[in-house]
Nanobody
């Protein structure tokens, strides 16, 4: 069974930090590009950060550049999102996303999401 389990969300004051974790199981983690998306109330889901399967290439939304950092540990099947200098507009449900090719087919997986609330 494929699972992406996020953790690390919570309530934090503006300027604070959080680190989200996503533990993957049920597929070959090292073969997949891993990403974090977020969705705020009334808004579309948007890409926050992405890392290619090799771990050497990253991509960030302009709104989080310089504040967020994505990383992964293949031996732990885990991808992280370090978030610093959080702003109220970062409030959203954050989702882990996996995209890759395995056994000759393309697969996309989503986690259930973890809530991040930035408020004073």
């Amino acid at each position: 069974e494929v699972q992406l389990v996020e953790s690390g969300g919570g309530v934090v004051q503006p300027g604070g930090s959080l680190r989200l974790s996503c533990v993957a199981s049920g597929f070959t983690f090292s073969l997949y590009d891993m990403s974090w998306y977020r969705q705020a109330p009334g808004k579309e889901r948007e890409l926050v950060a992405a890392m290619r399967d090799s771990g050497g290439s990253t991509q960030y939304a302009d709104s989080v550049k310089g504040r967020f950092s994505i990383s992964k540990e293949n031996r732990r099947n885990t991808v992280y999102l370090q978030m610093k200098n959080l702003k109220p507009e970062d409030t959203a449900v954050y989702y882990c996303h996996a995209d890759g090719t395995e056994f000759g087919a393309d697969y996309i997986y989503w986690g259930q999401g973890t809530q991040v609330t930035v408020s004073s």
